[in-house]
Antibody, heavy 119, light 107 residues
Framework: QVQLVESGGDLVKPGGSLRLSCAASGFTFSDYYMTWIRQAPGKGLEWISYISNTGSTIHYADSVKGRFTISRDNAKSSLYLQMNSLRADDAAVYYC????????????WGQGTLVTVSS | IQLTQSPSSLSASVGDRVTITCRASQGIRSYLAWYQQKPGKAPKLLIYAASTLQSGVPSRFSGGGSGTDFTLTISSLQPEDFATYYC??????????FGQGTKVEIK
């Protein structure tokens, strides 16, 4: 069955960096686009980044553009999010989610990894 | 494009019919999805393409609408349906937006 497992969340100081990973299994990872979505404590969902199945097309929300970098390694069935210049408002649970083809919805989500930004 | 859900929260009883509305700030194609999220859990896809029920989702859930106004209806609320519901749209330019969420609570 499809599984997405995020890791890498941690407590980091403002201005610091963190790299999140998402290990995928149960489907042909290289066939699907992937995204990162975050949820600040007690708040709603915010889409932050998209990467096509080959990695050739990438998009970011304005809130993270220039600070975050999405990437993938299809040989390892893994998705990554490099987060630099972290701010207090980046604190959230970060989810990776699998694209659902031309529906442009997300049919599988990981359990999330918590990023805390505090001095 | 902004999505506004109404109401932000509601109280209902088991067996009630519940409708949640998602309004877009401008007309969108039917790339509209609905998710259910329970506390401490990841969201779960319920509906995509505005009205198509995701596999395995009970038929008491239904979606509708077009243009700027979309709805999620639960025909007969069950105890396991108490959760927060989000609508989500795809802009067509590889960006996505979520509504602010509707919390469905037990009356």
């Amino acid at each position: 069955q499809v599984q997405l497992v995020e890791s890498g969340g941690d407590l980091v100081k403002p201005g610091g960096s963190l790299r999140l990973s998402c290990a995928a299994s149960g489907f042909t990872f290289s066939d699907y686009y992937m995204t990162w979505i975050r949820q600040a404590p007690g708040k709603g969902l915010e889409w932050i980044s998209y990467i096509s199945n080959t990695g050739s097309t990438i998009h970011y929300a304005d809130s993270v553009k220039g600070r975050f970098t999405i990437s993938r390694d299809n040989a390892k069935s893994s998705l990554y999010l490099q987060m630099n210049s972290l701010r207090a408002d980046d604190a959230a649970v970060y989810y990776c989610a699998k694209g659902y083809g031309s529906t442009w919805a997300f049919d599988y989500w990981g359990q999330g990894t918590l990023v805390t930004v505090s001095s | 494009i902004q999505l506004t859900q109404s109401p932000s929260s509601l109280s209902a009883s088991v067996g009630d019919r519940v409708t949640i509305t998602c309004r877009a700030s401008q007309g969108i194609r039917s790339y509209l999805a609905w998710y259910q999220q329970k506390p401490g859990k990841a969201p779960k896809l319920l509906i995509y393409a505005a009205s198509t029920l995701q596999s395995g989702v009970p038929s008491r859930f239904s979606g509708g609408g077009s243009g700027t106004d979309f709805t999620l209806t639960i025909s007969s609320l069950q105890p396991e349906d108490f959760a927060t519901y989000y609508c989500q749209q795809f802009s067509g330019y590889f960006t996505w937006t979520f509504g602010q969420g509707t919390k469905v609570e037990i009356k």
